[in-house]
């Protein structure tokens, strides 16, 4: 199974992302490593345990990360993910641990002891990567690919042209695109062709498990969310589109073009600036995102949670 290490900010769509990486039997999830986005890290790390708790996900170490981005203060998003991280269904205390280790020095260790090249997939704001790649830089020949959730073609959603996950930490997301590793960047344009339906929400009723009862009460805070600060009924599952598009390539198409991060913009600090008609002169530096085959998105993502055992 392929290597992966899941760097993420539970958040509704995390949870679900933590769930496709240790349920698809094509992956190894060897870590989950947290850091603040949704959430203060200390709520992004209980959650981490929690989700891992009612899926029954033992034996994957979780560690906490940077608390705070590289420049600048830390912007959460409750208005969409509550005053938890995430809101919706009631958690017992977890009893899966947290490690005795910084995520980025889990990162290191596992990077530089597996036998093959790892794949990191970061969900969240990109501190922790960007902190390893920076202070690391024996683990580059270690890390297979880098594939990210983030940015957009388009427009963005925390601000008119920046997306969450880059906004909140532009210059760690900077300093990853510029890495010169290989990124794949799977930014909204994609992540809103995942749209949580009613029809997807009736598939996880169906199941009839407790964790599968939590996911449709997980999906149904995430709808009310969004549709009251983006009137959009049926809320774009992002992070595990990353997740999808490791496991199975040909479900995400991508391009490979010139990626930038505008640090310094005005109205538009935090927007990535994709260049998808080559009219820059730049190198193309990632691998971007632009279609997702929903139907088999979704039987990957419902397939895994009926996989997982665990009762919350
Ligand atoms: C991203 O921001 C977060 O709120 C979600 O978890 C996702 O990673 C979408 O912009
Ligand atoms: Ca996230």
Redesign the pocket.
């Known amino acids: 199974a392929f290597p992966i290490i899941l760097d993420?900010?539970?958040?509704?769509?995390?949870a679900l992302a933590i769930m496709l990486a240790a349920a698809d039997p094509r992956l190894n999830l060897l870590a989950i490593t947290t850091v603040a986005?949704?959430q203060t890290l200390d709520k992004t790390t209980l959650n981490a345990r929690r989700v891992c708790t009612i899926a029954g996900i033992t034996g994957v170490p979780v560690a906490a990360g940077y608390d705070r981005p590289l420049v600048g203060e830390l912007h959460v998003?409750d208005d969409?993910?509550g005053s938890t991280g995430l809101d919706g269904p009631a958690f017992g205390e977890p009893t899966v641990p947290l490690a005795d280790e910084h995520a980025v020095a889990l990162m290191r260790r596992l990077l530089l002891a597996h036998p093959e090249p790892v794949t990191l997939v970061p969900?969240?704001p990109l501190t922790n990567v960007a902190v390893l790649l920076r202070d690391h830089p024996e683990v580059r020949p270690k890390v297979r690919e880098i594939v990210l959730?983030?940015g957009s073609t388009e427009r963005g959603?925390?601000t008119p042209y920046a997306?969450?996950?880059i906004a909140v930490d532009p210059e760690a997301a900077d300093l990853v695109l510029r890495s010169g590793l290989p990124v794949t960047v799977v930014g909204?344009n994609v992540?809103h062709q995942a749209l949580v339906t009613p029809d997807v929400v009736a598939r996880f009723r169906a199941l009839g498990t407790p964790l599968a009862d939590a996911c449709v009460e997980l999906m149904t805070f995430f709808a009310s969310a969004y549709e009251r600060v983006f009137g959009l009924p049926d809320p774009?599952l992002?992070?595990p589109v990353a997740i999808a598009r490791v496991i199975d390539p040909s479900l995400v198409e991508c391009v490979d073009v010139p990626v930038v991060v505008e640090l310094t913009g005005t109205h538009t600090r935090g927007a990535t600036v994709v260049d998808l008609h080559h009219k820059t002169g730049l190198a193309p530096n990632a691998r971007v995102a632009v279609r997702l085959r929903a139907a088999p998105f979704w039987d990957l993502v419902v397939d895994a949670v009926s996989r997982l055992s665990g009762s919350p």
């Open positions: 993420c900010d539970p958040g509704h769509d995390d986005g949704n998003a969409i993910h969900t969240g959730m983030g959603n925390v997306e969450f996950n909204l992540t774009p992002h992070d």
